[in-house]
């Protein structure tokens, strides 16, 4: 193909991709209506922020009195980095999964927040969730494997997922706990026998909000989050979790103290111990700072087993791009260890609850 071929189908493609002026809100939306709309413009399309004391729901986004006070935490952040004797190595190419120093206080900060241990040798960093979740799909799958995901789930990934056949997606109803299991098993009685390799451990995907999920607010019972895991082993699938909200946990305690919050309810990854005696290494948590620090900076980690951790090294974007925000997950790090950001985290408890 010529270069002037290749320039015109960009610019077409360009102009075809610009979004009609449909906003979402965070409503309950079904996978056949997601079918039905146009891509979403979002709120930001245009710059800007929100007004002052509001929230968006539709994408999680904080307001701008809580970026100004992030903004004046990453400031003193940087200038910490800035006088380490590592500072000129955090502007190169990095470590892959990201910088030790940036896994062991990212491993403590949730260690923190969801009062559980959090091993360091099984985080990852990512540039989000969005990218997180891209990222497993593609490294894992193709258009041929089947994904389950809640209906309803999150519009923008299943507008995605759907429109741009990633995988194929298989909608299972949701229930006040969690996915329907019963209808979920039926779905897996279907599953194709496809042949796993250590390339491709996994038979299909199943992409799941267990924590605080969007758009229901619903969290996965113990109880769900255990069948789950099981099935999982049983069927060879990789459970994609996308942990964007579980660190703001608004329940209060129970002492009477207004400052006191309860953590989330337990991650679904805790449920795949690998003491367990079928132990595969089946979920991955996809974590975010978007909602905790801050949206624009985009940066986000994984929790996952081992085996993952080690295959995603391999992935290109790991690979060519040697890691993900290799300085701003630095500068997050002495924000990190400096105790900013769970000072912002209970701040933002504080003014949401
Ligand atoms: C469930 C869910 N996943 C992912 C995202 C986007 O996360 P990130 O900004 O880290 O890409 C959002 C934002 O609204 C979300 O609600």
């Known amino acids: 193909m010529s270069l002037r071929t290749l320039q015109k189908l960009c610019k077409s493609a360009i102009v075809n991709y610009v ?60 200038e910490s980095l800035r006088q380490t004797d590592r500072f000129e190595e955090t502007l190169q190419y990095g470590c892959v999964a990201g910088g030790y120093p940036v896994r062991e206080q990212v491993a403590q900060f949730l260690s923190r927040q969801y009062e ?14 969005s990218q997180g979740l891209i990222n497993l799909i593609q490294h894992y799958f193709t258009h041929e494997y089947k994904i389950f995901i809640e209906n309803p789930t999150y519009p923008v990934f299943a507008l995605r997922i759907t429109e741009e056949k990633l995988m194929t997606p298989v909608p299972i109803s949701m229930q006040s706990d969690g996915m329907d299991i019963a209808e979920l098993e039926k779905q897996l009685a279907d599953l194709p026998d496809v042949e796993t390799t250590a390339r491709r451990p996994f038979r299909a995907a199943m992409y799941l909000i267990p924590t605080h999920h969007n758009p229901t607010g619903c969290c ?124 912002h985290v209970q701040k933002l408890r504080l003014a949401h609850k």
């Open 19 to 78: 979004p009609n002026t449909r906003v979402f809100r965070r409503r309950r939306i079904s996978i056949t209506q997601v079918r039905k709309m146009d891509y979403p413009r979002n709120d930001f399309e245009d710059g800007g922020l929100l007004k002052p004391g509001h929230y968006s729901l539709q994408v999680g986004a904080p307001g701008p009195e809580f970026l100004k006070q992030i903004g004046g935490y990453l400031k003193v952040a940087s």
């Open 116 to 129: 559980q241990s959090v091993n360091s040798d099984n985080i990852f960093i990512t540039g989000g969730a």
């Open 220 to 343: 996965y019972s113990p109880e769900k989050c255990r069948h789950l895991v099981e099935l999982a082993r049983k069927h060879k699938l990789l459970i994609i979790c996308d942990d964007v909200y579980n660190v703001l946990n608004y329940k209060q305690d129970g002492s009477g103290d207004p400052t006191k919050f309860e953590p989330s309810p337990q991650r679904m990854f805790a449920y795949d111990k690998p003491t367990d005696p079928g132990y595969q290494g089946n979920v991955v948590s996809n974590g975010s700072f978007a909602k905790i620090i801050a949206p624009g900076l985009r940066m986000g980690w994984y929790e996952a087993p081992k085996h993952v951790i080690q295959s995603l090294r391999t992935c290109y974007i790991s690979n060519s791009g040697s890691g993900q925000c290799f300085y701003a997950s630095h500068v997050v790090s002495e924000a990190l260890k400096a105790g900013f950001i769970d000072q």
